[in-house]
């Protein structure tokens, strides 16, 4: 969807803007169903400051879960694929896919496929969202192809709320701490640092390891910004590239207590996915290496490339991942099982099923455990920093008595 800026008039004034269109020509039609007679229309060229920058999928997963149960309600009800997406175009509050609709719209009435419209959008949807489409299309079931797939998506958005809202506890918790902590070390503790030189007596080792520190804070706070905005860049810049980001999810995977947390979801993601696709009749290779893609770990999507290459020299799908640590025995038994009875989507859904509520389960249990301990960190942290003030306060009233 390109911007055009024109010039022109209607019946009563002069008229000027812009407008959003797929080419030129679809431009000069829609000003002219406005009734606008254009003496100019030059393209917009995007530039920094008019491109629209996102970070990952500008399209929330509930906006998408909406579009994909309304887009299988209206098939349903006998309404066209043409006119199902002006209508959710129209009605979606996500600007980001209301702009992929139009296009989509305009691509269709071209007559191009669905799944090819889709396809120039692959920042919205997704390789798996596009083949299944595909497969939809051929097999002539897209109704019952996106409503596998709206569960799908929301199956998934369920998930990672809860491994979300597990994390970001201590998370928030953490750094509520930090913010105490400084504030106490900039603005409290200076407060006392000429009562305590006057006093001239010689203080405890933990008031002058706090008043070190506050000495610190008060010249080099940017030293600790500047450390902070460099390994937050650090990790970004490292998870571009496949080798690093593999360490990096390894370690996540190892970290005790929230590793396992990771690893449940990941496999839940993995096994759903999966499902969804063989469910779809998407071919296996073809659906490996969507997974392999999407699963969102490198560790776990290294070992199923590894099951991709075994499947293609006619070895079993499981072996890899028997072989492999991220893989329990339940998933490599219940994949198994699938292989030699045909039933590989429905043991898949229910290898998701089970790891889907044991995030549920783990997400709650972890809860109430850190619960208690972070407010116990906190109340350490400050009462580290009081106990180091209130010491020679008591040997200072001492003296005075």
Request: proline content about 3%.
């Amino acid at each position: 969807m390109a911007r055009f800026k024109y010039t022109g008039r209607d019946r009563t004034r002069k008229r000027s803007g812009t407008i959003s269109a797929t080419s030129k020509r679809e431009a000069l039609e829609k000003l002219r169903e406005e009734g606008i007679r254009t003496t100019e229309i030059i393209e917009v060229k995007e530039s920094l400051l008019t491109k629209e920058i996102t970070i990952g999928n500008p399209v929330k997963l509930q906006h998408l879960v909406i579009y994909l149960r309304q887009f299988a309600t209206l098939l349903k009800a006998g309404v066209s694929v043409v006119d199902s997406t002006k209508i959710l175009a129209a009605q979606t509050e996500s600007k980001a896919l209301k702009k992929a609709l139009l296009d989509i719209e305009q691509e269709l009435r071209e007559g191009n496929p669905l799944s090819q419209a889709a396809a120039k959008h692959n920042k919205i949807f997704s390789p798996m969202y596009i083949n299944m489409i595909k497969a939809g299309e051929a097999g002539g079931n897209m109704d019952e192809t996106l409503e596998r797939l709206a569960e799908h998506f929301e199956k998934q958005h369920n998930t990672r709320k809860k491994i979300v809202a597990a994390l970001s506890y201590p998370a928030v918790i953490g750094t509520l701490a930090i913010i105490v902590v400084i504030f106490l070390l900039v603005a409290v503790v200076p407060t006392f640092v000429e009562m305590f030189a006057d006093f001239g007596g010689e203080l405890p080792g933990i008031t002058i390891f706090v008043l070190n520190a506050s000495d610190f804070m008060q010249s080099f706070w940017w030293l600790l910004v500047i450390l902070a905005i460099s390994f937050s860049s650090l990790i970004i810049v490292l998870k571009k590239n496949s080798q690093t980001k593999y360490y990096l999810d390894y370690a996540l995977l190892r970290i005790p207590i929230f590793g396992k947390l990771l690893q449940k979801g990941v496999i839940a993601r993995m096994t759903r996915t999966l499902s969804s696709l063989f469910a779809s009749s998407v071919p296996i290779l073809q659906a490996l290496s969507i997974v392999e893609k999407v699963v969102g770990n490198e560790v776990m999507a290294r070992v199923i490339k590894e099951s991709r290459d075994s499947l293609e020299k006619g070895q079993s799908l499981t072996g890899p991942m028997r072989q492999h640590w991220a893989f329990p025995p339940l998933v490599t038994q219940m994949i198994a099982i699938g292989e030699e009875t045909g039933s590989l989507d429905a043991m898949l859904s229910k290898v998701a099923d089970f790891y889907e509520k044991e995030v549920e389960h783990s997400t709650d249990q972890l809860k109430s455990l850190i619960e208690p301990i972070m407010i116990i960190l906190l109340a350490g942290l400050v009462g580290t920093i009081v106990t180091a003030i209130m010491i020679p306060m008591f040997e200072i009233f001492n003296h005075v008595n």
